[in-house]
């Protein structure tokens, strides 16, 4: 998989949307002119025989990959850079996009399919429009037995065992809803509901301008 699309300035046609049973998204082989082959995230409405282009002279059309500095405002954006060069990181399943906010002193605001807005270099790369595939969220699986082809195997609630297995175990009937005394856990232990997982005093995250409850982030 290429995240990075760092082969600038070089165009390359698109061979074949291809499945992926690892991904929600659709991955479109990409054949370059040197002959290098390589896959990338397929984008919405991406067709077969497409020339697509990634570097800072490249146009703004889907499935170009470009520096948010030269990404007009507004487009929707996918395989989202954190880190210059690093390749990559965020926006990339099934039906995603971002949307470039504005830019400011090298940084640009994106706001994230999950409600963040989010500070980043403007050197960072993106690729123009939706990911793909936009019909997985509505795919019923139907039976267990295709959980078990994806190699999920069925497990019993912590409230249906024996307090020896589980800190949700045991009682006289249901008595372990979470709804009275009793926090719902992990098998370890750990709170399950309302239990803050992110790091509170993390360095990226001045980075963050409005969390994905709608607040605006304390800046430090």
Known sequence: MDFKRNKHGMEATVAGIEYDPIRSARLALLEYKDGEKRYIVAPATLKVGT???SGPQAPPEIGNCLPLRNIPVG???HNLELIPGKGGQMV???GGAASLMSRDQ???QVRLPSGE???IHENCYATIGQVGNLEHENVVLGKAGRSRHRGIRPISRGVARNPVDHPNGGGAGKSKGGGGWQQLTSPWGLLAKGYRTRHKRKDSSRFIVVRRDGRPMKQR
């Open 51 to 53: 020339k697509l282009m």
């Open 106 to 108: 090298g940084y640009a």
């Open 92 to 94: 990339r399943s099934a």
């Open 117 to 119: 807005i989010r500070k």
């Open 75 to 77: 487009l929707p954006i």
